[in-house]
């Protein structure tokens, strides 16, 4: 494979592209490309048609890069051409992720959660012990004072959620959950949610 250098205006997306950019992944790709540089290469055929890498080419485009890293593949035919690209999309699609592995690097990246990709409000709930989690649940649905005054100077009734019966205020517990045979799996912590009261597992 020989990685080279082209000018992103000798570059022809495809014309049809099995894969869609919305506006959120385009945004995430860029912020990879800013944090990371292009870690790998667009490539595309003798005529510089993209086979992979549209949406970051979208990105470096939305950024201004003038320049991207890309692989030309010769001698394919106009079908391997489409397979190529149903593959590329399709065998990523396959891929899962390992929980364990994933929750120990979040751990080790506990001070600095800023991954491309991810929103870092939620990688923070993830790290957030039995306690936390709690206090968190319990501001669900509250409206802060400036909100509560634009409602009440809009002459808007508020609806409150209607609150469920039995707990109304969430509680952290342990339970055992049986399986379909009714043989005892694992005792995991949960908590009440204070709106809805379905039970949140931990």
């Known amino acids: 494979m020989k990685v ?3 000018r992103l205006e000798d570059l022809h997306p495809a014309e049809k592209n099995i894969r869609m950019h919305p506006e959120a992944q385009i945004r995430e790709y860029k912020r990879s ?3 990371f540089k292009q870690v790998k290469p667009i490539t595309i055929d003798e005529k510089n ?3 992979t890498g549209n949406g970051m080419y979208m990105a470096m485009r939305e950024l201004g890069w003038t320049e991207a890293y890309c692989n030309k593949i010769t001698g394919l035919s106009e079908k391997d051409k489409k397979k190529l690209m149903m593959a590329d999309n399709r065998i990523f699609n396959l891929g899962v992720d390992n929980i364990s592995v994933f929750d120990e690097i979040l751990a080790e ?3 600095d959660l800023d991954v491309p990709g991810y929103d870092e409000d939620f990688l923070k709930s993830l ?3 039995d306690s936390d989690m709690t206090e968190k649940l319990s501001e669900y649905g509250t409206i802060d004072p ?3 005054e634009d409602i009440k100077n809009a002459n808007v009734p508020y609806e409150a959620p209607e609150q469920p019966t039995g707990e109304t205020t969430p509680t952290a517990s342990y ?3 049986r399986g379909s045979e009714g043989r005892e799996e694992s005792s995991r912590p949960y908590v009440i949610c204070p ?3 379905e039970k949140i597992w931990l």
């Open 146 to 148: 400036q909100e509560a």
């Open 127 to 129: 790290l957030m012990d």
């Open 109 to 111: 990246l506990s001070d």
């Open 33 to 35: 490309l800013q944090k």
């Open 49 to 51: 048609v993209i086979l």
């Open 4 to 6: 080279e250098k082209y």
């Open 175 to 177: 339970a055992s959950e």
């Open 195 to 197: 709106k809805c009261g």
